[in-house]
């Protein structure tokens, strides 16, 4: 009876995958040591990878064990590429590239298209958690070409799936419904990659603000979801669905399904999930003005999301080493394929010496021209040997270059942002312990508001420079409303102006417009225009405004009556070797990042950063951007 059960199994896959973990499991240790009891094991740890990944990996390195000591290539190609998904899903994308690029190789060599087809999928959702979208979505079009070729539905609806998600986030919405539309229309009978549809087209209703919509799908997916028992798209759904009742102003549903969420990701170590529901948390209860809960929940939110920013950090260089590290070897393979072709070339060439030896005057012309070929063979290889060695030396010194920006970014952390934060935390010990009265503590919370205004202006000029100095940001050029962005971060720092009695003039036409990265001009306008309010005194004035130059260019320029610099200071100002910071006028804090990432997105978006300043006089900061 037991042989019966393993023949449907391995002679149908999908019968494998419906079965539960438990059952298949049964059916493992009672099989033989053999490519049978590697199959169950790997198909027991496809059963349970979206559930709990720690478990799913226990058995399939259990069968990645056996697969090895049978030296059954095949089976052992299958499992690397179960293994390598298992740890994508956890996050661990270096170990995911080594264990697919291994699987890849294997299948490659068996001509396994389908689960060729698996590693693209895998490799794709690698490039896709880099931001490398374009490349992610070609990758996934070669899986589903490769699974289709071999009528892999399962795979096939997948990677349409994938392509889905890539065209969402690049907010291409119609390329995105039509590929979703694709995966349900080939693909009907796999429940877990139809409940994944029904989230995808829920996230495209959600970016096209169509709310109802979103909650109809998701609603769907999450019924599905509990079906299957998948505890990993169940908590996906539940946070997309509280962040779908917050636009609709539903704080209380949002919180009913966020706490089911939030319980649900500390059971099973859903660590990205948990960040973005303790965040949802805290704005639901924001609006329900319960500002106290919604304090609460941020800080849960902030310290999760900073010990998982360091994690992702680590998992960053861990990646481009491994990807360092598989440049090297590939180098390597390429050099001592050309080293044996030029070997047996010349061989070769020695043989026909000998013959040509042999023979009259014009064979011995021949020879000569087959050695004066053979030779510039000889330094073909030589040169490209060279380049090979150039190209790796060039990549070690990124990668230790890489490692100094992650030694820099961990000490800037340390010295500037916990003397900030121990201060709020001090004035809360005092509050808790009734060491100040209410009144007091109102008397504070504006400080105690700018200083968390200050730490979260320096997080986030930290996270913008770290992913700029690592190479992840992309800069999408559009045309911008000069007068309107402007005013948006004037808006934004109202109470700073407020609170130093600033005049702030914006003298710019509504007319004006300017081709830059929206987000990036953002941050220029947001760290130019508060330092001009740092520096300056109170009661000075702030102007904003814009010159057009004759090189089709806009001169954004803003200019305060504050504290002005040295002519040494300026030359520090903007060196990235130094760590160099003042405070304001009002004691302001700052990490001393905010004009090094101005510079770089000036530069980014084509433009040039010039600096004017007076001790007791004030400053002008100003940049070009191409006109609109």
Not at 31 to 59: F, G, P
Not at 466 to 487: D, N, P, W
Request: proline fraction near 1%; hydrophobic fraction near 40%; glycine fraction near 6%.
């Amino acid at each position: 009876m037991v042989r019966l059960a393993l023949l449907v199994l391995l002679l149908s896959p999908l019968v494998g995958i419906s079965q539960s973990p438990d059952s298949l499991l049964s059916l493992a240790r009672k099989a033989k040591m053999d490519s049978s009891k590697v199959r169950l094991l790997n198909k027991a740890a496809i059963a349970l990878r979206e559930t709990d990944s720690n478990l799913a990996l226990r058995y399939a390195e259990e069968a990645r064990n056996l697969a090895d000591s049978l030296n059954d290539q095949r089976t052992l190609g299958e499992v690397l590429t179960n293994i390598g998904w298992i740890f994508y899903r956890k996050g661990i994308y270096s170990q995911a590239l080594e264990r697919t690029t291994h699987a890849m190789a294997i299948n490659k060599a068996l001509n396994n298209k389908s689960e060729i087809a698996a590693c693209l999928n895998t490799i794709g959702a690698i490039q896709f958690e880099q931001n490398e979208y374009g490349e992610a979505i070609a990758s996934f079009k070669e899986a589903y070409t490769l699974a289709r070729s071999v009528n892999h539905r399962v795979n096939m609806s997948r990677s349409l799936n994938n392509i889905a998600f890539s065209f969402l986030r690049l907010r291409k919405f119609d390329s995105a419904r039509y590929y979703v539309n694709r995966s349900v229309t080939e693909h009907v009978s796999d429940k877990f990659r139809l409940a994944f549809s029904d989230r995808i087209l829920g996230d495209i209703f959600f970016e096209e603000g169509k709310y109802t919509d979103a909650l109809k799908s998701y609603d769907i997916c999450l019924a599905s979801a509990i079906d299957q028992n998948n505890n990993f798209l169940k908590s996906s759904t539940l946070f997309r669905i509280g962040k779908t009742y917050l636009k609709l102003r539903d704080s209380n549903k949002a919180l009913k399904v966020l706490n089911e969420n939030l319980f649900l990701t500390k059971r099973f170590g859903f660590k990205g999930e948990q960040e973005t529901t303790l965040q949802l948390m805290s704005e639901a209860f924001a609006m329900r003005n319960d500002f106290s809960n919604a304090y609460e929940f941020q800080g849960r939110y902030l310290a999760l999301h900073d010990s998982l920013s360091d994690q992702r950090g680590g998992e960053q260089i861990n990646l481009l080493e491994a990807q360092y590290n598989l440049n090297l070897k590939n180098a390597q393979i390429d050099l001592l394929t050309k080293d044996t072709e030029y070997k047996e070339q010349e061989i070769n060439t020695q043989r026909v010496g000998i013959y040509i030896g042999i023979v009259w005057l014009a064979c011995m012309l021949l020879f000569i021209i087959i050695l004066f070929r053979t030779n510039r063979r000889a330094r073909a290889a030589n040169r490209l040997l060279k380049e090979k060695n150039e190209l790796i030396e060039q990549q070690a010194h990124q990668l230790i270059g890489l490692n100094a920006t992650k030694d820099k970014l961990l000490s800037i952390i340390g010295h500037d942002l916990r003397g900030p934060l121990n201060s709020l935390r001090g004035m809360m010990d005092l509050l808790n312990k009734s060491f100040i009265s209410q009144e007091e503590f109102i008397e504070f919370s504006k400080k105690i508001k700018t200083n968390v205004d200050f730490v979260y202006t320096d997080l986030e000029n930290l996270l913008s420079w770290a992913q700029a100095q690592q190479k992840g940001l992309k800069t999408v050029s559009e045309k911008v409303s000069l007068r309107k962005a402007i005013q948006n971060k004037v808006n934004l720092l109202q109470e700073s102006i407020l609170s130093k009695k600033l005049n702030v003039t914006v003298e710019i036409e509504e007319t004006i417009q300017v081709v830059a990265d929206k987000n990036q001009l953002d941050l220029i306008l947001r760290n130019l225009i508060s330092n001009a309010i740092k520096f300056s005194y109170s009661g000075g004035s702030i102007v904003i405004g814009s010159i057009e130059e004759p090189d089709n260019t806009i001169r954004i320029f803003i200019k305060d009556t504050g504290t002005g610099m040295e002519s040494a200071d300026l030359d520090r100002l903007l060196n990235t070797n130094l760590h160099f910071t003042k405070p304001g006028t009002s004691n302001e804090k700052g990490m001393g990042l905010g004009l090094l990432l101005v510079k770089e997105f000036v530069q980014l978006n084509k433009g040039t950063l010039a600096i004017e300043s007076k001790p007791g006089t004030g400053s002008t900061f100003s940049f070009t951007l191409l006109a609109g």
